[in-house]
């Protein structure tokens, strides 16, 4: 599949067999989990990722929308490459794909259904539509009905639940098996207590659908809620930050409970000059920074139009030859300069380390969202759209 930004120097380096190894940790902590690789798997590429998560033993997938689910069911069925083998995409539906935006088109109804993903449905319209569909191909629509207890997104409301449970009741293509909803403050200090109101709301939403005749499958928890509120672990848990490699409880009281778990991706660009700046020069459009000594910098072969966003200009810090070396003034388009004074015998063509790395010093993706401004999930997504490779295990 085509993606992303090309004639660039930047490249992104994925590991799977760390997302596998984080795969496992989380499942063993909180069982019975749904791995979440919507959004490209978070810029890490669903089509690798999801094969290696499915060699690792993950029977659940979430993705974002219909169009992504059938993406990921055509790398799960392709011949090699860790791929299912059987042509006609048999062996690929051992994996449940779970469109979590759900159907929004009619050629999302139809798709969902030819395919036999379970769809994230909020309204009515969506019900009906995929109980059509269901109909005239005779086969279930799978929904997983979502409630809205504190987010304000999508979703049905919780005091919804036995109405919806009657409009199921009159729609005979379409067969309940989930029902979901997500947290808001999970990964938050004093999060607790929204925790518990939207899990006593979602609580009762799914047991109005059970008593009202449809035995769905509840689930709740994202990464933070499996590891720090045991108590929202339910049929099914939906880990994803946390596969990815950064603990979602850092900085908080309970970051203890989410270590362990390996970053995937490295990104760097190549230096393309090293050079002197004399005491006074200043760096970089703006003049936003002056040098106070004598320094050698290099220039470094990424930029905004790469993702390396403006915001971490004068903030952010690289890797080069296993040192720190900090971003100085504006990060251009195609191009950003870092102090390498404490990088003796830096020159062009070394890798610099934007994200990741080799050495010691690698760059955390918490160190980089925090210099950036955002969470770890951004810095992902916007990152891996540079060119990908794969790292062998
Ligand atoms: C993205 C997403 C998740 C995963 O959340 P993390 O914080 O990345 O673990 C779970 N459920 C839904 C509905 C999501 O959209």
Same mark, same amino acid.
């Given at each position: 599949?085509?993606?992303?930004?090309?004639?660039?120097?930047?490249?992104?380096?994925?590991?799977?067999?760390?997302?596998?190894?984080?795969?496992?940790?989380?499942?063993?902590?909180?069982?019975?989990?749904?791995?979440?690789?919507?959004?490209?798997?978070?810029?890490?590429?669903?089509? /690798? /990722?999801?094969?290696?998560?499915?060699?690792?033993?993950?029977?659940?997938?979430?993705?974002? !929308?219909?169009?992504?689910?059938?993406?990921?069911?055509?790398?799960?069925?392709?011949?090699?490459?860790?791929?299912?083998?059987?042509?006609?995409?048999?062996?690929?539906?051992?994996?449940?794909?779970?469109?979590?935006?759900?159907?929004?088109?009619?050629?999302?109804?139809?798709?969902?259904?030819?395919?036999?993903?379970?769809?994230?449905?909020?309204?009515?319209?969506?019900?009906?539509?995929?109980?059509?569909?269901?109909?005239?191909?005779?086969?279930?629509?799978?929904?997983?009905?979502?409630?809205?207890?504190?987010?304000?997104?999508?979703?049905?409301?919780?005091?919804?639940?036995?109405?919806?449970?009657?409009?199921?009741?009159?729609? $005979?293509?379409?067969?309940?098996?989930?029902?979901?909803?997500?947290?808001?403050?999970?990964?938050?200090?004093?999060?607790?207590?929204?925790?518990?109101?939207?899990?006593?709301?979602?609580?009762?939403?799914?047991?109005?659908?059970?008593?009202?005749?449809?035995?769905?499958?509840?689930?709740?928890?994202?990464?933070?809620?499996?590891?720090?509120?045991?108590? =929202?672990?339910?049929?099914?848990?939906?880990?994803?930050?946390?596969?990815?490699?950064?603990?979602?409880?850092?900085? !908080?009281?309970?970051?203890?409970?989410?270590?362990?778990?390996?970053?995937?991706?490295?990104?760097?660009?190549? /230096?393309?000059?090293?050079?002197?700046?004399?005491?006074?020069? =200043? /760096?970089?459009?703006?003049? =936003?920074?002056?040098?106070?000594?004598?320094?050698?910098?290099?220039?470094?072969?990424?930029?905004?139009?790469?993702?390396?966003?403006?915001?971490?200009?004068?903030?952010?810090?690289?890797?080069?030859?296993?040192?720190?070396?900090?971003?100085?003034?504006?990060?251009?388009?195609?191009?950003?300069?870092?102090?390498?004074?404490?990088?003796?015998?830096?020159?062009?063509?070394?890798?610099?380390?934007?994200?990741?790395?080799?050495?010691?010093?690698?760059? !955390? $993706?918490?160190?980089?969202?925090?210099?950036?401004? =955002?969470?770890?999930?951004?810095?992902?997504?916007?990152?891996?759209?540079?060119?990908?490779?794969?790292?062998?295990?």
């Amino acid at each position: 599949m085509e993606h992303g930004i090309f004639y660039n120097m930047v490249r992104v380096t994925v590991h799977p067999e760390r997302i596998c190894a984080n795969w496992r940790l989380l499942d063993e902590r909180g069982g019975n989990g749904c791995a979440v690789i919507k959004s490209d798997a978070y810029g890490h590429g669903i089509e /690798v /990722v999801g094969r290696a998560l499915r060699a690792a033993g993950a029977r659940n997938m979430a993705v974002g !929308t219909v169009e992504e689910g059938a993406v990921l069911l055509d790398a799960l069925a392709a011949p090699g490459e860790g791929g299912g083998g059987g042509a006609d995409g048999a062996d690929a539906q051992d994996v449940r794909v779970i469109s979590l935006l759900g159907p929004q088109c009619a050629e999302d109804h139809a798709e969902a259904v030819a395919r036999s993903m379970v769809c994230f449905v909020g309204r009515d319209e969506q019900l009906k539509a995929l109980s059509a569909e269901g109909l005239r191909q005779g086969r279930p629509a799978l929904a997983a009905i979502k409630f809205d207890t504190g987010m304000s997104r999508l979703g049905y409301a919780p005091d919804e639940a036995a109405r919806v449970a009657g409009v199921l009741d009159g729609l $005979p293509g379409v067969r309940a098996v989930l029902a979901a909803s997500h947290l808001a403050v999970a990964d938050e200090d004093g999060g607790e207590e929204f925790v518990r109101v939207q899990a006593e709301r979602f609580g009762a939403a799914v047991g109005a659908l059970r008593a009202a005749g449809h035995p769905v499958e509840a689930t709740l928890a994202n990464t933070a809620a499996l590891l720090a509120y045991p108590w =929202t672990r339910l049929d099914m848990q939906r880990p994803g930050i946390g596969l990815y490699g950064p603990n979602p409880l850092a900085g !908080t009281d309970l970051a203890r409970l989410g270590e362990g778990l390996l970053p995937a991706m490295d990104v760097r660009a190549p /230096v393309l000059q090293v050079h002197d700046v004399r005491a006074g020069e =200043t /760096v970089s459009y703006g003049r =936003t920074f002056r040098a106070e000594r004598d320094m050698r910098v290099a220039v470094l072969g990424a930029g905004y139009a790469d993702c390396y966003g403006r915001a971490l200009s004068g903030r952010a810090q690289v890797v080069v030859r296993g040192v720190r070396a900090p971003v100085l003034g504006r990060v251009c388009m195609q191009m950003c300069v870092a102090d390498v004074s404490d990088a003796p015998g830096a020159a062009a063509g070394d890798d610099a380390w934007l994200l990741g790395g080799p050495d010691a010093a690698a760059v !955390t $993706p918490e160190e980089l969202a925090g210099w950036w401004g =955002t969470i770890t999930y951004e810095t992902f997504c916007l990152l891996g759209l540079n060119r990908r490779e794969y790292a062998e295990a």
